[in-house]
């Protein structure tokens, strides 16, 4: 079992930057995927980025350039950095860990990006 915990989420106008963290309640060491994925209103969830030690860091189309997601496997956490944010980029960000044959969400961060 692991617990996971978003943070930096909140009101930015457009062009601006957040930096959400995810802070997960065992080592991470282990964990073969941590991912941050969004969710629009009315819209499906949808995968923002992924990393793995194994093969290294993936991005949705809609953010390469724009987000970097990061691990630190002594601190227990995953974050993402969003850069030059647009309106699109709205929605409820969760946290993501995959291990073994067990999946595990956070309760999500709101970001809201002002035009």
């Known amino acids: 079992q692991v617990q996971l915990v978003e943070s930096g989420g909140g009101l930015v106008q457009a062009g601006g930057s957040l930096r959400l963290s995810c802070a997960a309640s065992?080592?991470?060491?282990?964990?073969?995927?941590m991912a941050w994925y969004r969710q629009a209103p009315g819209k499906q969830r949808e995968l923002v980025a992924h990393?793995?030690?194994?093969?290294?860091?993936m991005y949705a189309d809609s953010v390469k350039g724009r987000f970097t997601i990061s691990r630190d496997n002594l601190k227990n956490t995953v974050c993402l950095q969003m850069n030059s944010l647009k309106p699109e980029d709205t929605g409820v960000y969760y946290c993501?860990?995959?291990?073994?044959?067990?999946?595990?969400w956070g309760q999500g961060t709101q970001v809201t990006v002002s035009s």
């Open positions: 993501n860990a995959i291990t073994g044959s067990q999946t595990y």
């Open positions: 065992r080592s991470i060491f282990s964990i073969n995927v």
């Open positions: 990393i793995a030690d194994t093969f290294g860091t």
